[in-house]
């Protein structure tokens, strides 16, 4: 008689064993970090911020808590998952001595925030070289979404205040460049702000898309070539205005709220000046029309060049409708200053900002669901460790990655690559991570290994 032993085979445990290396994966981000040249970047510009004859460097300190948020942590003190694998990571502060460093950054303001911002965009240019074809200017255009997030708070931290959707938290703006459908995409600005801070404030949107700007390749910091997307949070005067000055002209796609003077407008397009709207692949969606409205409302004292653009379409099931929409149809407007190309084509440019929520939903599982510190400028620094994480997690795949692996969203990364085990094994005087071969994505960290080691080093 056989005796029942329930669904899972019984293991014992037990602990004092060497060898194996946990969350072997995240060798990928460390190789990541070698071959783009980021650690010795961060480490010059955090060089005034080493005391003397201290044992560890303050961008190694940085970049050590910003690979433990990378790996799904949320406070300083999970970079003790990195101490654990000095083999791995090399030799990991203690928790006192990343406590005093983030301390020391916020206490320095804008000094600080600067240099760790040059040093980003500094290797910034270096990985999109690097990843010629893949990389997100490749064609010589590059897209930045600008889009606001609210942080819940559950202590009293400086700043944290009521929010428009009536919790209590931060409101802070966030940038980043869109990869594309066959990407992700990369943080280029986080502006800290209060819970009750406006979602259309013009100066702050500025602020974000200077410090937005500042990330890109200096060619790109100005032109026609640069894009600038957001929601109707942007579509503002005074932000459209700083867009389209002269010198800067950048290219803009922009929400606009529906006014009254915009549905009168669209009550008079005749039918045949609608024309077919396109789904996310490109063809036309039944049930969906767009039509341009520039010679109708006084558009005077906006931009000059300024176009308008209505979407009309059958809500979705569930969806409800708004006191602007007309006859049961639902209305969407932007502005935008580009001059050719069909309207379909620039109605589906612009919808295709809904990506940035992709990012923000993977910034919430990147240290972004709460903000741990107490101070404002503390938590700026943990808005950059943030940023410095994300900025490795979309260049990684960038790097390493291909075809569907490269969309993978930092969820997935950390369960299927980044928490892989291996045995470290030293032979010939070199050190080996050996992945099991019953591991289904072995294959993938082999390979993303082997073309992140063929790329050449920094200087």
């Not at 990407?183 to 013009?202: C, I, K, Q, Y």
């Not at 084509?345 to 612009?350: I, N, Q, S």
Request: one cysteine or more; aromatic letters at 6%; charged letters at 25%.
């Amino acid at each position: 008689m056989s005796k029942h032993i329930g669904l899972y085979p019984c293991v014992r445990v037990e602990g004092g064993r060497s060898g194996a290396v946990s969350q072997a994966g995240a060798v990928l981000l460390v190789e990541t970090v070698r071959k783009s040249g980021l650690d010795t970047a961060i480490s010059a510009a955090l060089a005034p911020w080493r005391k003397p004859r201290t044992v560890h460097d303050p961008g190694k300190i940085l970049l050590d808590v910003a690979l433990a948020v990378a790996l799904g942590g949320d406070c300083l003190a999970d970079i003790g998952m990195l101490r654990a694998e000095p083999d791995v990571f090399g030799p990991v502060a203690s928790d006192p001595t990343v406590s005093r460093l983030v301390d020391a950054l916020a206490a320095a303001g804008p000094k600080a925030l600067t240099a760790i911002r040059s040093a980003r965009a500094e290797v910034r240019s270096r990985v999109w070289e690097l990843a010629g074809a893949d990389g997100p200017a490749a064609d010589g255009q590059v897209t930045v979404d600008i889009d606001g997030v609210l942080i819940l708070a559950h202590s009293e931290k400086q700043d944290a205040t009521a929010t428009w959707k009536k919790t209590f938290g931060h409101h802070p703006l966030l940038a980043f460049v869109d990869h594309g459908p066959a990407g992700s995409g990369e943080p280029v600005a986080a502006l800290l702000r209060p819970g009750n801070a406006g979602s259309n404030t013009a100066t702050d949107h500025i602020e974000t898309t200077r410090l937005a700007l500042a990330q890109l390749p200096r060619h790109l910091r100005r032109g026609r070539q640069t894009l600038i997307r957001t929601d109707s949070a942007g579509g503002t005067h005074a932000f459209l205005d700083w867009l389209s000055r002269p010198g800067r002209w950048l290219s803009y796609s922009v929400g606009m709220t529906i006014t009254d003077a915009i549905h009168q407008a669209v009550l008079k397009i005749p039918k045949k000046a609608w024309t077919p709207a396109y789904d996310a692949g490109g063809t036309e969606r039944p049930g969906a029309w767009v039509a341009e409205i520039t010679d109708m409302p006084d558009l005077s004292t906006w931009p000059k060049g300024m176009r308008l653009v209505v979407r009309k379409e059958r809500p979705h099931p569930g969806a409800q409708l708004r006191f602007t929409d007309l006859h049961g149809l639902r209305l969407t407007c932007f502005a935008t200053n580009t001059k050719g190309g069909q309207l379909a084509d620039l109605e589906l440019r612009h919808r295709r900002r809904a990506r940035c929520e992709d990012r923000i939903r993977g910034a919430r599982d990147t240290g972004l669901r709460n903000l741990p510190l107490h101070d404002t400028a503390q938590n700026q620094i943990w808005l950059e460790i943030v940023s410095l994480a994300l900025d490795l997690l979309a260049w990684m795949p960038m790097l390493a990655l291909t075809s569907q692996t490269r969309r993978w969203e930092p969820k997935k990364l950390r369960l299927r690559i980044f928490s892989a085990a291996a045995q470290l094994v030293t032979t010939s005087r070199r050190r080996w991570l050996r992945f099991t071969t019953r591991w289904p994505w072995t294959d993938e960290i082999t390979r993303a290994s082997d073309r992140l080691n063929a790329l050449p080093s920094p200087g």
